[in-house]
T-cell receptor
Framework: DAKTTQPPSMDCAEGRAANLPCNHS???????VYWYRQIHSQGPQYIIH???NNETNEMASLIITEDRKSSTLILPHATLRDTAVYYC??????????FGDGTTLTVKP | DAGVIQSPRHEVTEMGQEVTLRCKPI?????LFWYRQTMMRGLELLIY????????DSGMPEDRFSAKMPNASFSTLKIQPSEPRDSAVYFC????????????FGSGTQLSVL
């Protein structure tokens, strides 16, 4: 599985955009990038995924660089409820989804 | 849909006892995953099934751990005998297929082995 690298923590002001980076330099051509978040001790929650094109849904936007070696998750207007651990993972064709340490995002009032 | 259902939510047991964790995946999902989460090791994939068949169990820590999926709507993770170092939150997740499909996680089972 391609490994991912994320900063351990980030802060964001409430109402501002939160931009969470992820490096996945060993990603293969047919592997997707997925983002999940985990609030407190709940199960991780799916946010968004993409292959090569930028994606947007009701929760967030995903920007993938042209070489696919990195991506950025954007929460356009962060709220206090967005405080969570955010995981960037690469889903292998073998089916395994390996979670790293993620980024702890703290949204401050 | 009720989502992925895990039981029990909390389990406290004594070292040496057998522990069985249960999971009901989302109806229609063909793949099921068992994860374990601890502060030290984060989220670890233990095993996953596709169409009720175990595909990869390389994450199962040792022979004390076993998992079964007798049908498409039920899976168990068993620890026998349990040890204090097995204390963790165990998550079950399901997806439509094993590859390139989003995972839906259950609420987890908090296991404490005394």
């Amino acid at each position: 599985d391609a490994k991912t690298t994320q900063p351990p923590s980030m802060d964001c002001a409430e109402g501002r955009a939160a931009n969470l980076p992820c490096n996945h330099s060993t990603i293969s051509g047919n592997e997707y990038v997925y983002w999940y978040r985990q609030i407190h001790s709940q199960g991780p929650q799916y946010i968004i995924h993409g292959l090569k094109n930028n994606e947007t849904n009701e929760m967030a936007s995903l920007i993938i660089t042209e070489d696919r070696k990195s991506s950025t998750l954007i929460l356009p207007h962060a709220t206090l409820r967005d405080t969570a651990v955010y995981y960037c993972i690469v889903r292998s064709n073998a089916g395994k989804s390996t979670f790293g340490d993620g980024t702890t995002l703290t949204v401050k009032p | 849909d009720a989502g992925v259902i895990q039981s029990p939510r909390h389990e406290v047991t004594e070292m040496g006892q057998e522990v069985t964790l249960r999971c009901k995946p989302i109806s229609g999902h063909n793949s099921l995953f068992w994860y374990r989460q601890t502060m030290m090791r984060g989220l670890e994939l233990l095993i996953y099934f596709n169409n009720n068949v175990p595909i990869d169990d390389s994450g199962m820590p040792e022979d004390r751990f076993s998992a079964k999926m007798p049908n498409a709507s039920f899976s168990t993770l068993k620890i026998q005998p349990s040890e204090p170092r097995d204390s963790a939150v165990y998550f079950c997740a399901s997806s439509l297929e094993a590859t390139n499909e989003k995972l839906f996680f259950g609420s987890g089972t908090q296991l404490s082995v005394l």
